[in-house]
């Protein structure tokens, strides 16, 4: 699979950003994955911010973006969302959006290691 991410840019703090992430599978891909967008600050390990499994569209978060982050899919288009509201000068990041091939449900969010597919990434900066 092929992921693009699109929609970074900089923000002044509380505004908002929608990123983007557009899959391209092939015909080998499972039916079954989670989609998860990551973010890695300068210094700091990647942490995952929020994922969306396939199977029963259950979503999840990192407590440091619930309420103010909301990840979405459009099937039709292949493409998962992660739209940022009230956004930090903590949240500056580069955000990834990665893919995990296996059936997911219940609430949790799976392991990073679990993801091996992976975009480039998009950069959000946000100003204080």
């Known amino acids: 699979v092929q992921l693009v991410e699109s929609g970074g840019g900089l923000v002044q703090a509380g505004g908002s950003l929608r990123l983007s992430c557009v899959a391209t599978f092939d015909e080998n891909t499972l039916d079954d994955y989670a989609i998860g967008w990551f973010r890695q600050a300068p210094g700091k390990e990647r942490e995952g911010v929020s994922c969306i499994f396939s199977f029963d569209g259950s979503t999840h978060y990192a407590d440091s973006v619930k309420g103010r982050f909301t990840i979405s899919s459009d099937k039709a288009r292949n493409t998962i969302y992660l739209q940022m509201n009230t956004l930090k000068p903590d949240d500056t990041a580069v955000y990834y959006c990665?893919?995990?091939?296996?059936?997911?449900?219940?609430?949790?969010?799976?392991?990073?290691?679990?993801?091996?597919?992976w975009g480039r990434g998009t950069q959000v900066t946000v100003s204080s």
């Open positions: 990665a893919a995990a091939f296996k059936y997911y449900t219940g609430n949790y969010f799976p392991d990073i290691g679990e993801f091996g597919d």
